[in-house]
């Protein structure tokens, strides 16, 4: 696939993460998003293996990842890097050799992670290695067996009901052997050390929400932040589910404390309203953030407290951590029918809910980039605005303009401990307005920005 066009120059000077947001085509940008994940789709990811390494490959031709390979058996925490799973094909056939399922068909078909076989059963006995859904028949399960050696296979419900008492030829040919898992890093440096840690879980094979829309949001945000000026470092990870987060934390244990704020991304593909999944904290800046980004979008969001099920965010909130890591999705995961099954596919995810989730995200790094105190230079009462030409020159209106309001509103919080992102909350207004008012009275020397907590 095509490498999108460059955002910047590498010559001009880098631009404001705002002025960036401001000249995107969302619309383009959606369309680049399912683009590549109908690239990604078809190759068979697991939590090991070479499926995994093309998908961070494909990744890494659109930006500078670093691929890394932690043996089978190296010990992390309570945990073991497992054995390396690779597949090359995978049927059941019926007493008359017809293949009746095939992991050529789809990669559902077999259970991810399942242990060689090559044998001859009775459908009776075959059954308790067949996995369906009775509730929707036509459509295949996705089933692991990460930690436990067995095998299986995943069908529609309605193809199991057909199948005819005989015996049943099966065949997984794939390997479960010492290797490595891999994992995709990529870190861009801002002018402060503290990290914006976004984590993505790479490791499902054909499903298109869940991980998909998160791999193609993910690469994108990196793209788009590689050409401007950060404050922040940006650390993206592009992992597999649970061993890898666990990894990468036991690999980086002295450095996991850089992580000021951070976002599991997945389930960004469909149209359903946002969802905003609590740090452990409850209540990090990151929490307020996605708030605030939302608000001023105008977007329904349901918040929901921290709770230790669900993605990787129970590894970095673990205790030892305690990382402000929270998850921005669309439909969480298991709240929409399609989770975990072969309706998980191109149509569920749209370009333009891809593009909005995008347009999400860059909103919240916008507060955590532009967010810091400022110190009122003129804190004996009110300055004169009007005679700076910064207040409108009629007075009696019953109303102050959203601007002049926004500008009272910095002045009087400005004390060096309210940060912008708290002016927006405490005065309602759109956290840019804010940022718009700080920048105008900072262009009259009418504030400084407050030393940072640790720097004074
Ligand atoms: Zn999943």
């Known amino acids: ?175 479960l052997r010492d290797g490595a898992l891999s994992y995709g890093e990529l870190v861009l440096p801002g002018r402060r050390g503290e990290e914006i840690l976004l984590s993505c879980h790479a490791c499902h094979p054909s499903l298109a929400n869940d991980n998909l829309s998160g791999i193609a949001v993910t690469t994108q945000l990196a793209r788009l932040l590689t050409g401007i000026r950060r404050e922040y470092t940006y650390r993206f990870l592009w992992i597999p589910g649970t061993i890898g987060a666990i990894t990468w934390l036991a690999l980086n244990e002295a450095n996991a404390s850089r992580v000021a704020h951070g976002l599991v991304v997945a389930c960004v593909g469909d149209p359903g309203r946002f969802h905003y ?54 439909t969480p995961h298991g709240r929409y029918p399609e989770y975990h099954t072969s309706a998980d596919d191109l149509e569920l995810v749209r370009g333009s809910a891809l593009a909005e989730s995008l347009r999400a995200y860059l909103e919240v790094f916008r507060i955590l980039e532009e967010d810091r105190c400022y110190l009122n230079r003129n804190p004996k009462c009110e300055p004169q605005l009007g005679k700076r030409g910064l207040y409108r020159a009629i007075g009696g209106l019953a109303d102050a303009g959203r601007q002049e309001l926004a500008m009272l ?36 020397d009418l504030l400084e920005e407050a030393p940072r907590r640790g720097e004074a």
Not at 417 to 432: C, N
Request: aromatic share 10%; proline share 7%.
């Open 1 to 175: 696939m095509e490498r999108i066009p460059p955002g910047t120059d590498e010559v001009a000077p880098l631009r404001e993460l705002g002025a960036v947001i401001d000249s995107i085509d969302f619309a383009a940008a959606g369309r680049w998003m399912h683009e590549f994940i109908r690239e990604l789709y078809p190759i068979c990811r697991s939590i090991t293996g070479d499926g995994l390494r093309a998908t961070l490959r494909a990744i890494a031709h659109q930006v500078p990842l670093e691929i890394r390979e932690v043996p089978s058996g190296t010990s992390v925490f309570d945990w073991t890097v497992p054995k390396e799973w690779n597949i090359r094909e995978a049927w059941v056939k019926d007493p008359s050799g017809r293949k009746v399922i095939d992991f050529a068909r789809s990669n559902l078909q077999v259970v991810n992670y399942s242990v060689p076989v090559h044998t001859t059963m009775p459908l009776a006995d075959l059954r308790s290695h067949l996995h369906t859904l009775p509730d929707r028949p036509d459509w295949i399960p996705y089933r692991t067996s990460y930690y436990r050696e067995t095998w299986g296979f995943c069908l529609p419900h309605r193809e199991l009901a057909e199948l005819q008492e005989g015996d049943y030829e099966v065949l997984i040919d794939a390997s």
């Open 277 to 330: 999944k609590k740090t452990r904290r409850g209540d990090a800046t990151i929490d307020r953030a996605v708030v605030q980004a939302l608000r001023d979008l105008g977007w329904d969001l349901e918040v929901r407290g921290f709770s230790p099920y669900g993605y990787d965010e129970r590894q970095y909130g673990s205790p030892g951590f305690n990382l402000a890591v929270g998850s921005l999705t669309r």
């Open 409 to 444: 509103w910095v002045l009087n919080q400005s004390d060096g401990t309210h940060s912008l992102l708290e002016i927006a909350e405490r005065s309602g207004l759109p956290f840019p307005a804010i940022v718009q008012a700080a920048r105008t009275l900072r262009n009259h």
